[in-house]
């Protein structure tokens, strides 16, 4: 079956503009994570949903960060306000159960503010 | 907060050599993966190994819950196993996965 996929690929924003980030996890999946990976580090814990909760968002920098899930399916990140610091990879993950088991990437959305 | 090492950093061999991955943690953990970064920055999960040993195909892990440390073996290494390896795990009663250093990968042919 398919697997994660994300869109866009690729996102230019200047700064100061809002963005939206979107991810759809394997059908099914109850568990959703979103990460954030800078260049040559290892992808950081952003946010957690389990169905449409949102059970941990304690990785989320700054309040101009903000993840929805509102049907238990496709999740949004969306980030206001971009800053040059919020250039990075966003990656998101979907596991089937309650979040501690096989995790499945999607490709990421890379994302550059000038 | 919890800190992950893996060793070593970066890692060259050639075609068909076998190596070993560790990753050790400052604390105890649960639900450890190991994944796979290929060149064009995909993760793939290899294992979900909270303890004892697996193997699927070339590759096998092993993790010592109670000597917080894992290990990842690759046996007769292929061009295509290139890339970064990564341990990821949580802290007992929470979803945040914290994920090592990585190991950096290049197999020559």
């Known amino acids: 079956g398919a697997g994660v996929s994300q869109s866009p690929r690729y996102k230019v924003a200047k700064r100061g503009q809002d963005v939206a980030l979107r991810c759809d996890p394997i059908?099914?999946?109850?568990?959703l994570f979103w990460y954030q990976q800078a260049l040559g580090q290892g992808p950081e814990f952003l946010t957690y949903f389990q169905n449409e909760a949102q059970l941990d968002k304690s990785g989320l920098p700054s309040d101009r960060f903000f993840a929805e899930r509102p049907e238990g399916s496709v999740s949004t990140l969306k980030i206001q306000r971009t800053q040059q610091e919020d250039s990075a990879v966003y990656l998101c993950?979907?596991?089937?159960?309650?979040?501690?088991?096989?995790?499945?990437f999607g490709p990421g959305t890379r994302l550059l503010v000038l | 907060g919890i800190q992950v090492e893996q060793s070593p950093p970066d890692l060259i061999l050639q075609e068909g050599a076998n190596s070993t991955l560790r990753c050790n943690f400052s604390?105890?953990?649960?639900?450890l993966q190991w994944f796979h970064q290929n060149p064009w920055g995909q993760l793939i999960n290899l294992f979900y190994?909270?303890?004892g040993t697996k193997q699927n195909g070339r590759l096998s892990a092993t993790t010592v819950a109670t000597e917080r440390y894992s290990l990842l073996y690759i046996s007769s290494s292929q061009t295509t196993d290139s890339g970064v390896y990564f341990c990821a795990g949580t802290t007992s009663g929470t979803y945040k996965y914290i994920f090592g250093t990585g190991t950096r990968l290049k197999v020559l042919a």
């Open positions: 059908s099914g999946h109850v568990s």
């Open positions: 190994i909270p303890s």
């Open positions: 993950a979907s596991s089937l159960g309650a979040g501690r088991e096989t995790q499945y």
């Open positions: 604390d105890s953990v649960n639900n």
